[in-house]
């Protein structure tokens, strides 16, 4: 199995608070993502980095934003959590393949937040 | 816009028997497809892929077809297992562009395997 944790593991918050997730990796792979699911909706990505300092918007990055100051880091903070933001949270991770550039992605075991 | 549609919320199936999920998609840059099979309570975990310089991947008991002209892709799980119930997600991937680590997933197919 990959080397990657999610922390909590759980989370109950209150509306306008701010919350952070963390994901963190030992595999040292370049490429790190955050998704959330929820029912009917599937995986939507939220965002990714493609190196430290180095992050861009996915599907739906409203409201979220991300750090990673360091390879093995990556950070979702909801700035002013809302209900509509409670879900499952799944970060990712992947690598490059054949110059390929893509790989397939490994998962955490996700942070099921709850925004009250 | 739903790039990636898996149209079977649920599949039902006897423990030996074919399991066949489908996915469709409708951006015709994509050019690498996943499959991703998630238990509850446990992140997706990666099962099989299939690029599209090719129309079969085979791994096991697990085979994937890809019909570039029709935009469609199927996982085909044979003999199926009980432990094979879960959650099948397709992805889809666009290789050019300078894009290529994004994902994009179904919404996903829930697979019962009845013993």
């Known amino acids: 199995d990959a080397g990657i944790t999610q922390s909590p593991r759980h989370k109950v918050t209150e509306t306008g608070t701010p919350v952070t997730l963390r994901c963190h990796q030992t595999?040292?792979?370049?490429?790190m993502y955050w998704y959330r699911q929820d029912p009917g909706h599937g995986l939507r990505l939220i965002h990714y980095s493609y190196g430290v300092k180095d992050t861009d918007k996915g599907e739906v990055s409203d409201g979220y934003s991300v750090s990673r100051s360091k390879t093995e880091d990556f950070l979702l903070t909801l700035e002013s959590a809302t209900s509509s933001q409670t879900s499952v949270y799944f970060c990712?991770?992947?690598?490059?393949?054949?110059?390929?550039?893509?790989?397939?992605?490994?998962f955490g075991p996700g942070t099921r937040l709850t925004v009250t | 816009d739903q790039q990636v549609k898996q149209n079977s919320p649920s599949l039902s199936v006897q423990e030996g028997r074919i399991s066949i999920l489908n996915c469709d998609y409708t951006n015709s840059m994509f050019d690498y497809f996943l499959w991703y099979k998630k238990y509850p309570a446990e992140g997706p975990t990666f099962l099989i892929s299939?690029?599209?310089?090719?129309d079969k991947n085979e791994d096991g008991r697990f085979t994937v077809f890809l019909n570039k002209s029709a935009k469609h892709l199927s996982l085909h799980i044979v003999p199926s297992q009980p432990g094979d119930s879960a959650v099948y997600f397709c992805a889809a991937v666009d290789l050019s562009g300078g894009s290529n680590y994004k994902l994009t997933f179904g919404k996903g197919t829930l697979l019962t395997v009845n013993p």
């Open positions: 299939i690029s599209s310089i090719k």
């Open positions: 595999e040292n792979h370049r490429y």
């Open positions: 990712a991770i992947s690598d490059e393949v054949g110059g390929l550039g893509v790989d397939e992605q490994y």
